[in-house]
């Protein structure tokens, strides 16, 4: 238990050392919520597809379906890109199925509706602030950013809280020893019979979804911006899952990812029974520390802003 | 427990940090206005990309004339530049290799040119240097990008040599795996008497 809880601990370091907001600066009321030495560089890449598009949205009227289709072609593409970046929940979700074992179709339903979460909230957002709030779009979707940024984070919190809760308490009531003396990860059961492993609920699977795809993508909202810009704002949903779908690429191999370390370790140590069963209880708390600590460090950042 | 360690470590590596990472990206021109002895402001020039000018249009360009006249001007300083004062404008100026403090922008003006969203301001700085003038533009958040032009000026210093260069001191690490891409560095434009 105290290995367990010292990497716990360092994982969650680790993650503090980095700040997390994305608040707009030219729009906010305030300074930046931490400092930090860090400078910027321009992924040239994300910005020539951005200008790309935005080109191919002016002139969408004249050229045609084939234009639109290249549109959200490349807008697949800028998800991808986008997505490689921080954010996007990534850590979250590696999280969340390192912690819970769950089946590929799981995994990739999981993902693809936090992808598909991500754009959708960004395009409700974007067209309801300029169609039906008559507002400013840059301010109300900033503010709505915030919002849901806050309730997704306490999603995330409880979800991680409960899903740690709930391994810590396993680990104390089935092994009080040093060692497991049978062998039960693998979704192989106990000597006792007993299937031990915590797999992903339907409920759990949907707090995961809203912590992790209530924010709004600020790329989707860019996108949808100049789809009603350019006269064509219908564009912008196609534009929307294009991106949407980029994302996903990238968030399923983030889910993956978690899975596939966990899996690694326990075919591993599948012959040696006490070290598979601390490698087991490792990933579950281990993975859902980080979802905590992940939750966490964006709630310090509501605080310190 | 040295593969689990690994595996521990595979995985916090390749889950990204949830750092913002940029949603607007801009082309930065700067002018360094100078005399004998100091620095006396910088002219900043910021051209935007396609999403932020968009996003721009749809707020402040009420008339849908794609211009911005002096109302909107005002409305736009008001609702999408003033706030920068608390990020130093992304600017920072270090004169003989001491920074200074960055000051409140004035001579503020916006406009639609090209289809592109362009900021006009002036920083004052009014400081004296002896060997070197150095600015660099960044936002530490990296909610934005910022792409300095190989172009800066430089006025009232006719002998003074300008070059652009790789500020390797200052890093942001934005990408998944802390690979050798995943690490950047801002340019500055430095001139030497």
Redesign the interface.
Known sequence: MKRILI?AFL?SA??FS????????????????A?????????EA??GL??R???L??GAREGGVAATALAVLLAGAYGVL?A????????LL??YF?AQPASVATIVGAALAVALLHGASAAAVTYGA?YLLRG????STAQAGRVLELISLLVALGLGAGILVRGLRRSAATHPGAACCHVHALGQTGDDGSAHRRTTSARSSLALVIAGGLVPC??V???I??T???GVPGLGLLVAAGVSSGTAIVVIA?AF??RG??A??ER??VRRAG?LA??AR??SI??AG?MLA?AL??LAGFVVA | ?K???M??L???L????????????LESRIELSMDDHSLNHVLVEWRF???????????FDADRDGRLDPTEVAAVED???R??R??DY?TRVRLDGREVAIRDATDFRASLED?ALVYRFRLPVAARFSREAAV?Q??????????LTPDAGVSGAPDAAVELRR?SR???????ADSGSAT???DEVVVRR
């Open positions: 990497l994982l680790w993650l980095t700040d997390i907001l994305a608040a707009n600066p030219f729009t906010g009321s305030g300074a930046p919520a400092e930090s030495s860090g400078g910027a560089a321009v992924p994300q910005r951005f200008d598009i935005g080109g949205i002016a986008h490689l970046g921080p954010g996007h929940r990534k850590t590696a999280g390192a300029y400013s779009v840059l301010a600020p790329g909202v860019s996108m911006a100049m009603i810009a350019a983030a990812a978690g370390a966990r690694a370790a591993a140590l070290a601390l490698a490792v990933f281990g993975g980080l992940f460090r964006g | 427990m593969v689990i360690a595996s521990a595979a995985l916090v390749a889950s990204a940090t949830a750092m913002a990472h940029p949603h607007v990206f990309d396609a999403g932020f000018t968009a996003m721009v249009r749809l707020d609702g999408a530049f706030n920068l608390n990020y992304f289809g660099a960044f936002d530490d958040t990296y909610y934005t990008a910022i792409a500020d200052t890093a942001i690490r934005y990408a998944p950047t560095y801002p």
